[in-house]
């Protein structure tokens, strides 16, 4: 049955909307593809400099199981889509002719996974992880299941965004995934992720985190932080959550 | 613009960007250029390039201005305006009198008007039956574009999909789509380092994408690459002010 990429966008939302923030919406998330997407298992890894590596969400034990062979081996699709940040497809892992992760591909056969496809999990110009889709039976995935696999993939990285802020004691609203994302997704949110790379001495993905956990805990907008902090309103501290106006 | 420079002008244009296209180039720094001379040969006040990403929202990649009030306008029309509308009909949107349609887009309009646009103009940028995006052309007084200058631009749009999207992996949507990602992350890169440098020499956001390629034109060095040095810390923004500074790009 064919469904269209907006019912998919609605169907991969509404799944992280009525779970829990952070890991619960991962696997919710997981769990979505796996109705949607035409797969039998999902998960989303953290790749990041920085913080800790690993699998994240998944939509069931077994696939968990199946991505932290990535991580076990240090070799695999995610971690090829990471470094690249472009998605890699691997239809057939047990072909001749594929031959990129030898170790890995070995152990996930023996657990039954004969394709992966692997989507960067991106937000702005930053990789976060990336969302390893798996599929029992070999062959491409279809061209709408793979643009579904983009949609879940950009999604993945609000409850990856709240891991990295959740050690700093930020939290995280139960607004529409969505629009969330295109709250971060501007021009004036990534000149002041800029200039907060300066002002607080930190790198690209930790300046974004400090910028949403500010709108959070202002209940303002991305948006609203942004140019308060390029109009010089605003400026952040830099030790964790203190803040000053002038 | 007299006839025959004007003709100069668009041979000169075309010229410019096969050429760039043979030696390898930085996408994002060749459409900023390129908005640059389509501004110039269509006479109006600032134009930019709008494509789609792949949640099918539009971004600015490239405008003849680097004025925060007029990458606002274009950001704009993610929700509202007439190069949304082009974009979703595949077909050229044209507004001679923008006030005159303010009921059409009235935020767009509003906030238009505001930094002085009276007319628009905006033109699809296709490939095959893809709609990549929209072109928008701005002027400060009302009036329509002529055919000919309707379809000089439509000409400039195609030559410059060709630099976005590479012909051979056309026929594949994901990789078209691979593509012009690319491009959009490589705006949102340029932003971010323009941000570094607007901190570390209390700069405009204008005046810091002017030190960045001053600084990537003068090492021989791409725009892209030298803004992700910025953001990744692995170039001192203070660097790129210093030279900016001993080239008179800054006071």
Known sequence: ?246 | MTPDTREHDIIHAFVELSNELVDGYDVVDLLSEWTVNCARLLDVAAAGLLLVDGRGLLHLVAASSEATRHLDVFQLQRDQGPCLDCFHTGTAVSVPDLAAESDRWPDFARVAESVGFASLHAVPMRLRDTVLGTFGLFGTTPGALNDDDLALAQALVHVASVALVNERSASDRHVVSTQLQHALTSRVVLEQAKGVLAAVGDLEMEDAFAVLRRYARDRGEKLTVVAAQVVNRELAGQELIDHARSTSVLR
């Open chain 1, 1 to 246: 049955m064919a469904m269209s990429l907006e019912d998919m966008r609605v169907e991969l939302g509404a799944a992280m909307t009525s779970a829990q923030p952070g890991l619960q919406a991962a696997n919710a998330l997981c769990q979505a593809c796996v109705e949607w997407l035409g797969v039998d298992g999902a998960a989303i890894s953290m790749i990041h400099d920085g913080f800790s590596h690993g699998t994240f969400g998944a939509s069931s034990e077994s696939s968990r199981r199946v991505d932290e062979f990535q991580f076990t081996f240090g070799q695999g699709p995610c971690l090829d889509a990471a470094a690249a940040q472009q998605m890699v497809l691997a239809p057939d892992l047990d072909s001749p002719d594929e031959i990129r992760w030898p170790a890995f591909a070995g152990a996930v056969l023996g657990d039954g996974v004969r394709a992966v496809f692997a989507m960067p999990i991106s937000i702005t110009s930053i990789c976060v992880g990336a969302l390893d889709l798996f599929r029992a039976d070999p062959g491409p995935l279809s061209d709408d299941h793979l643009a579904g696999g983009l949609l879940a993939a950009d999604l993945a990285s609000l409850p990856l965004l709240d891991l990295i802020a959740s050690t700093k004691g930020s939290h995280v609203d139960d607004e529409d995934p969505w629009v969330q994302l295109g709250q971060l997704d501007r021009l004036e949110v990534y000149q002041a992720t800029g200039m907060l790379i300066s002002q607080l001495d930190v790198d690209a993905t930790e300046a974004l985190v400090r910028l949403r956990a500010h709108a959070i805990a202002t209940n303002g907008t991305a948006s609203q932080v942004a140019i308060a902090i390029i109009q010089r309103s605003l400026v952040l501290e830099r030790d964790h959550d203190h803040r000053r106006s002038r």
